[in-house]
Nanobody, 113 residues
C-alpha cells in the first residue's frame, strides 16, 4: 500500500508564491520522486523531479521559478513555487518518477491575473 497526500495549494495572484507539500506513507521513499500537474483539457505533465541524494531537474516551463526538495526522514516532498503565472494554474500531484504509485487527490493551485 502507498498513500500520497498533497497540500498547500490555494489562490494566489500572479507573481506570488506557494509552497506545496507531499506526505508519503506505506511505501519506500528512497526513490526518485517528482511533482506533476494537470490543467483543464490537458494531459498530466511532469514539473520537477529529485533523486534520493537531492539532484534535481525541472521542466522548461518552471525552470528558475520552482524548487523541489525532500525530507527523507519524514518521507516528505516539497515544491516551492515563486513568480507564479496564470498558466501555472493546475492540480498538482506528487508521485514516483520511474514507477508510478496510485495518484493522490492532488492540491489545486489557481493563479489569477
Amino acid at each position: 500500500q502507498v498513500q500520497l497526500v498533497e497540500s498547500g495549494g490555494g489562490l494566489v495572484q500572479a507573481g506570488g508564491s506557494l509552497r506545496l507539500s507531499c506526505a508519503a506513507s506505506g511505501s519506500i521513499f528512497s526513490i526518485t520522486m517528482g511533482w506533476y500537474r494537470q490543467t483543464p483539457g490537458k494531459q498530466r505533465e511532469w514539473v520537477a523531479r529529485i533523486t534520493p541524494g537531492g539532484s534535481t531537474i525541472y521542466a522548461d516551463s518552471v525552470k528558475g521559478r520552482f524548487t523541489i526538495s525532500r525530507d527523507n526522514a519524514k518521507k516528505a516532498l516539497f515544491l516551492q513555487m515563486n513568480s507564479l503565472k496564470p498558466e501555472d494554474t493546475a492540480v498538482y500531484y506528487c508521485n514516483a518518477w520511474t514507477t508510478l504509485s496510485s495518484w493522490g487527490q492532488g492540491t489545486q493551485v489557481t493563479v489569477s491575473s
